[in-house]
Structure formats: structure tokens, C-alpha cells
């Protein structure tokens, strides 16, 4: 079973963790891990409960890579993302009783702007609206963060180009820093958003992505450099743990029913709330440079698929590959221009779950490569 | 037109506030007029361009009380109250900037709550929950107050009880403070929910509420009493009126809409919202007691409505009166046990029109009669 792959990574997190993690800092990591459990439980338990709900609501959908066979006769209920991101809001609101850091204003923005972004999401998966509100949903869901942030608005500069800013490390980027937070959380939601449309993948990146965060943040916990900031460096990452465990579980319970073959789909809500998440997770614990290392297939995505984001190259309502009746395969369609149907041409056909089995292989070594990158990028920025 | 009877009361809001408002108070307060009448216009214009994907959504429902005549075979969008309440979270968004008092954590907090209660509101409408859900939504929703706030435990204990606990004015409830506040998120918002059911009546209500709200908080932005908290209360009351007054501006938009003939219905989604947005309100400007007598034809309805909701007489989905066809008017149902059928048995029978005009009546008059009971009240509590 492929969701294994899942969940051993997290073992070696814990390993790194437990290596890290100073004694006073056991009681958040404690109830995060007990309450995250929980909400794995009660996300795991409840979709099998509600999902017919959704289907009489008319949030279904079929499954178009199966079509002409039975299994895409069927309707398959929508927007199940709704339920995971909901006990995650539950699990973050409950973990702050036993958190020990003191920002708690930028915790409570990270959780309204999360909430706000699920409740946009799911208008978005009800309404379908149109295209161009995609890009301004996340913009105005990132406000409560906006206005509430109180925090630094430098960046670090990386060592070769500090020549253009007369050798500082430091650029105070003032009110373009608010820019560079509200085009992140569009960005992320976004890019997770049209990286879609076979069982599995939605689901499949976002909890290899947090996979790779935690293991970054564990790594970090023993930060390198000048003393003064290292135990706020350290509480960042705590923070960031704080953001990203309940998140990887409820998750991965979403992820054993959206595997293929799907029993439900996870909607934009699902995607929005994935993407806000990470952002709010990178931009408080200030490691956003890193983050996009681990969003590589998504950048190439979104890249390759400008052609038709922007209409030079006609976009029909879903970019996916065509589905072989006969041999049971996918094939790519040349003129659908986004890593789907790229990786289709290098491999040639694949069954639906083979192809998210290797482009969930391709995110993982991309994460990987990504934390072997990170000490690298690290010295490079510092 | 009858809406002119939500606006003029505003005006005399106005003289109070001017009256009782000081010098450094008016950054905030016409920060918070701009954003208001902005939240007015947007959700004004924005509900009739948007409400046909509602319908389309199959977020639709037929006017019962039209049932037989050709208004009454038309789809009515339903859930509408998502449009005012975003634009409203938006407003209370961008209000922060504004805002001079420090309490930004509890700010954060009702912000929070009231986006969470949104999201599970609208998911109600959605997805038609089971009746006993709708007793545990407003207490999840109520969490993110429950874990941030930080403010006393204590409530005033009314001069005649004091012999009770000793003499002492301030009584300690420690941790059932909590669950005072819990119970009455849960109070607000179902008493609304279940006090509905004709064009007009859920946005009409809290609309007065609304108002009335204001009213007192004007009155209260001079406060008497002991010296040294007389900064506090009136921090307190001008945080009441920065949750409150977009409120009245989304919700009297949204009013000319829901107004009889309804075009649009505000769903489940704004009787939670409303409902927790004046819970917020008064819990954390603590005068939750005063915001009861507001509330009087709700807790009427409440209490008369007991042996339907606990099951003695038998409940049906809807205890609405009877249309009478050949006269247009709604005549009551004797075992339906509200405060709808109670007042048709009073009145004899109505139109919808007149009903709504009739209850919206007894609730300005319930909202005037507790604005002057407010002094005597506090006297009495103090």
C-alpha cells in the first residue's frame, strides 16, 4: 500500500526530533503529537460518515480519467477537504491551551487567515466561481495575517548578490514585504490548485510537502549562528511544528480516501487550505526561501503551464491527459501544458495510479533534494 | 418603505455618539463609519450579481408562505447571509488598521470565532445537517474565544442576590465563566436560528438588535462608576462598536434584499453569523446581561417553543402558519408553538407582510423598553 510511503518518512522525523528537541519544549511537542493523533482519528472516522451528505448536496463530481468504464459512472463526492481542514481548525484552536512561545497574535492571524481561506474555498467548490476570483480569493483570505502581522520585513540577502546592496545582509524591504507575504499565499494556494486532477496527487504533494517541513523544522531546532537569536529562531520552528503536524495528520486520513481509486474527491477547499497553510507556516517561522525548495514540481508546473494560464495557448476547464479505455491507461495530450502530461511523454502511458505513485516520487525527491539543499542555502543566505 | 425604519434610528445613534464620543475616539470611529458604508455599498451591489450561482448551486429554497400562487413556484437562492458576512469579516479586517485600543489577542479572537461560525454555518446550509448539530456548531465555533480569552472571570452580582455570597459585588466563576460564554454563543445563535421562517424576520431582528446594541454602547462611551476602570469600560464599549456597526451595514444590505417580497433567503449562514457576532460582542465588553434584554421576543420564543423542541408536541420541519390562498394571509397553527403562530393568534390573521412589520415592532419596542430598563439595570447591578 503506497500511503506507507506516507508515513514512514514521519518516523524518521520523530527520530530527528527526539535528537532536537530540548526538554522544556515536551509538552507543546506532546499534546501537538496526541492532539494531531486524535485528529487523524476523528478525520479518518468522520468522512466515511458524511460523504453521502455532500453527494445529496450535489457536491459530487465524476471521475473523468475513468470515464466510458463503471467506476466513472459513479458520483463521487466533492470538496472532502472541508471535513479535514475543519478538525485541523478544531486541533490548532485546542493546542494553543499548551503552547508555551508568546506570539500569540501571530498565531491566532495564521489560524484566522486558515479558517478564512477554508471558508472561501468551500463558497468556491459550492458557487464555482470563475477563474479570475481564484487569484483573488487567497489575496483577500492572507488579509487577517496582513494586518495583524507586527513581525520583521527584512530579508536575508544571499552572499553573492549582497554587492547590489552595499554589502548588507539585511534588506528592510518595508511595505513590499507585505506584498512578498500576500503573493506567497497566493502563489502556494494557487500552484497546489492547478498541480490536480488525478486520485490522489492533491492530497498526495501536500503531505509529502509537510513531510518535508517537519523535517526541516526538527533539523532547525538546534540552529547554527549568532546567539542572540537562536532561541527565537528555535521557537519559530517550534511554531511551525505547531502549524504543520495536526495538518500531515488530518491529511493523510483525507489522503487514504482520495488514493486511487478515489471515494472522494478534496476540492479547492482542500487545496487552498493546503496551500495557506504552508504559507503561513513559512512566512511566520521566516524560512519561505526554503519552502519553495520543496515546491519545485509545483514551480515548474506553474511555469510550464503559463502558456495557457495567460491564453496564448488555448485552456479548456480541465488540463488532463486522455484516458485509454482499452489498455486501461493514460496518455499525455501534447497541447496540455503542465506536469502531468509532461511526465506522461517522458514515461510514456501509465495506469492513473502508477502516474501518481511517480509524480508523488518525483515530489518526494525533489523534498529530499530540497533538505540536502537546505544546509547549502543556509550558509548561502546567512 | 419599511426599511427606513432600520435607518432612522441610526441617525439618533449618531447624536448620542457625538455627544458622548471623545476627541482621540473619532480615528477609530470614522475609520470604522468609511468601512461600514463600503461594506454597504459592496454587499448592496455584489448579492444580485451573484445570487443566480447560489441557485445554480443548488442553494435554493420555495417560499412557503407563497405556496399555491405563482411567487411561491419560483427558486429563491438560499444562504445569502455568506455574502454579508464576508464582506463584513473584511471590514473588521481592515478596522484593525485602525484600531487604537490594545486588546488586538480578543480582537483576534472574535474575529476568529465569528469566521469559524461562518464556515459551519454555511456548511450547514450546504450539506443540511442533522437537527442536534446545530446545538454543537456554535460551541465548536465558540472555541477560538474559549482558548484566547484572557479577561476576568467575574460577573456583577445583582444588589438583591448579594447576601448570597456575602455582600460581595463581584462573584468569581472561574472556569464556569467559560461555560457561561459557551452557552451563550450557543443561545444567540439558535435563538435567532429558530425565531424565523417569514420574508424579513432573521436580518429584520438583528437589525434592531443591532441597533440597539449601538444605543447602548453610545450611552455607555461616558460611563459612571468607580474612577479607575472608567478607561476600560470605555475601550469596552468602543470594541462593541467596531464588531457592530459593519454588522448593521452588511446586514441592512442584505435586509433589502430579504425584505417581503424575498429575493433572496440569508440561510442558516446569518443567523449563525449574526448570532455569534452579538455574542462576541457583549462577552468581551461584558454586557452580556444587558444584550439578554435585548433579546426578550427571542427568549419568549425559546421558552415558548420547549415542548416542540424536547419533543412533547410533535415537531415538524417547519412551524410556520398556514397560507390561506383566497385571502393572502397567514392564519395560525395552534400546535405550532412560537412566537410567529402566537402573535397571528392574537392579531388574527395577516399578511406576511404586515407579521414581519408587526414582530420587527415588538422586537424595536422589546430593544427600546431594554434601553431604558439599561439604567436601572445597571444600577441595580453595580
Redesign the interface.
Known amino acids: 500500500m503506497p500511503l506507507l510511503g506516507f508515513v514512514l518518512p514521519f518516523f524518521g522525523f520523530l527520530v530527528v526530533l527526539v535528537q532536537n528537541a530540548r526538554v522544556e519544549d515536551w509538552k507543546e511537542l506532546a499534546a501537538n503529537g496526541v492532539l494531531s493523533l486524535l485528529g487523524f482519528v476523528v478525520t479518518f472516522k468522520f468522512i466515511p460518515r458524511?460523504k453521502d451528505?455532500?453527494t445529496?448536496?450535489?457536491?459530487f463530481g465524476y471521475d473523468i480519467n475513468k470515464k466510458g468504464l463503471a467506476p466513472g459512472e459513479k458520483k463521487i463526492p466533492e470538496a472532502l477537504g472541508?471535513i479535514s481542514a475543519?478538525v485541523y481548525?478544531?486541533c490548532i484552536?485546542?493546542l494553543?491551551?499548551f503552547r508555551q512561545s508568546n506570539n500569540?497574535?501571530l498565531y491566532?492571524?495564521a489560524?484566522?487567515s486558515v479558517?478564512?481561506m477554508?471558508?472561501?474555498g468551500?463558497?468556491d467548490d459550492?458557487?464555482?466561481?470563475k477563474w479570475r476570483y481564484k487569484l483573488i480569493l487567497p489575496l483577500?483570505a492572507s488579509?487577517?495575517l496582513l494586518?495583524?502581522y507586527t513581525g520583521g520585513t527584512s530579508v536575508l540577502v544571499p552572499k553573492p548578490l549582497r554587492f547590489l546592496v552595499h554589502g548588507r545582509s539585511l534588506l528592510d524591504l518595508g511595505i513590499l514585504y507585505y506584498v512578498y507575504m500576500a503573493l506567497l499565499s497566493v502563489f502556494c494556494t494557487n500552484a497546489i490548485n492547478i498541480y490536480a486532477g488525478i486520485n490522489g496527487l492533491e492530497v498526495g504533494q501536500s503531505v509529502i510537502i509537510a513531510l518535508a517541513v517537519l523535517f526541516h523544522n526538527a533539523l532547525q531546532l538546534r540552529p547554527h549562528g549568532s546567539k542572540d537569536n537562536l532561541e527565537l529562531l528555535r521557537q519559530n520552528h517550534l511554531f511551525s511544528i505547531d502549524l504543520i503536524l495536526p495538518f500531515y495528520a488530518t491529511s493523510l486520513a483525507l489522503s487514504y480516501y482520495n488514493w486511487y481509486p478515489a471515494k472522494v474527491f478534496v476540492g479547492d477547499t482542500f487545496c487552498y487550505f493546503a496551500g495557506m497553510t504552508f504559507a503561513m507556516s513559512a512566512i511566520l517561522a521566516h524560512f519561505s526561501e526554503i519552502l519553495l525548495l520543496f515546491f519545485i514540481p509545483q514551480l515548474i508546473n506553474f511555469i510550464y503551464s503559463i502558456p495557457q494560464l495567460i491564453g496564448i495557448v488555448p485552456c479548456p476547464r480541465h488540463r488532463l491527459p486522455r484516458f485509454n479505455r482499452d489498455t486501461g491507461k493514460l496518455e499525455a495530450i501534447h497541447t496540455n501544458l503542465n506536469l502531468i502530461n509532461l511526465t506522461l511523454r517522458i514515461t510514456g502511458p501509465l495506469t492513473e495510479r502508477q502516474l501518481c505513485i511517480v509524480l508523488c516520487t518525483l515530489q518526494a525527491f525533489c523534498c529530499a533534494t530540497g533538505l540536502l539543499l537546505r544546509a547549502w542555502a543556509l550558509t548561502w543566505l546567512s
Open positions: 458524511i451528505k455532500f445529496e448536496a450535489g457536491l472541508l475543519t481548525i478544531l484552536c485546542l494553543h491551551l500569540v497574535e491566532t492571524a489560524f484566522a479558517t478564512f477554508v471558508l472561501l468551500f463558497a459550492v458557487l464555482n466561481l483577500v488579509l487577517p494586518v495583524l
